[in-house]
């Protein structure tokens, strides 16, 4: 999962394998929550995105799983692909008049074996 | 072909040289905002507007500078001021319009590295 500090989180699977990233948000305001995948060099795409009123959204191969009491965040990808490997950040945003406005976590890097 | 745009794609820059980084977007987009990105680190805010000729300050606005005179454009200037301004700058621009729950478009970004 995600943490605070200068080394990103790791995590290393085999392709075809089932991958879980999580992270932990600090706002108990937040009531909006964005996946995104950043490649090396690249800017982050959006993967899937959660409201507060859900705990659970699917998308293609990939589903996000909100626990609003522990205020934590996971990412799920089945069968995972080598082009899977990216670092994967977390996003919250808390309300109020700065609709847009998103607080991005520290990142996991997940990679992929063939 | 929509999307947001950032020139140059490699900048390299004299110490204690003022730099401006271009950002389009042509999303028809309300807000636009500037992240900073360092090797192995989050995205963390330098500054964003929500409408043409207003602008706020992120985490990290000193030493930079925004303007906002165009609906489609947010240059950002990295001043001499910026003491470690080597990083990789991300552009990003979000519906807004008072609505909620929109998610922010990303450019490919613009690294920074001065010498």
């Known amino acids: 999962g995600e943490s605070v500090g200068l080394h990103l989180p790791t995590l290393s699977v085999q392709e075809g394998d089932n991958s879980i990233i999580n992270c932990a948000y600090s706002n108990s305001a937040s009531d909006y929550f964005i996946w995104y995948k950043q490649e090396s060099g690249k800017g982050p795409q959006f993967i899937i995105d959660i409201r507060s009123n859900m705990d659970k959204r699917q998308g293609q191969r990939v589903t996000v799983l909100l626990n609003k009491t522990v205020k934590h965040l996971s990412l799920q990808i089945a069968a995972t692909q080598p082009g899977d490997s990216a670092v994967y950040f977390c996003?919250?945003?808390?309300?109020?008049?700065?609709?847009?406005?998103?607080?991005f976590g520290q990142g996991t890097i997940l990679t992929v074996h063939p | 072909d929509g999307g947001i745009t950032q020139s140059p794609k490699y900048l390299f820059r004299k110490e204690g040289q003022n730099v401006t980084l271009s950002c389009e977007q042509n999303l028809n987009h309300d807000a636009m905002y500037w992240y900073r990105q360092d090797p192995g680190q989050g995205l963390r805010l330098i500054y964003y507007?929500?409408?043409?000729?207003?602008?706020q300050k992120g985490d990290i606005a000193e030493g930079y500078s925004v303007s906002r005179e165009k609906k489609e454009s947010f240059p950002l200037t990295v001043t001499s001021a910026q003491k470690n301004p080597t990083a990789f700058y991300l552009c990003?621009?979000?519906?807004?319009?008072?609505?909620?729950?929109?998610?922010?478009?990303f450019g490919p970004g613009t690294r920074l590295t001065v010498l």
């Open positions: 990003a621009s979000s519906i807004d319009r008072g609505i909620p729950y929109n998610e922010q478009f």
């Open positions: 507007s929500q409408i043409v000729n207003d602008f």
């Open positions: 996003a919250e945003n808390a309300g109020g008049t700065s609709y847009g406005k998103l607080t």
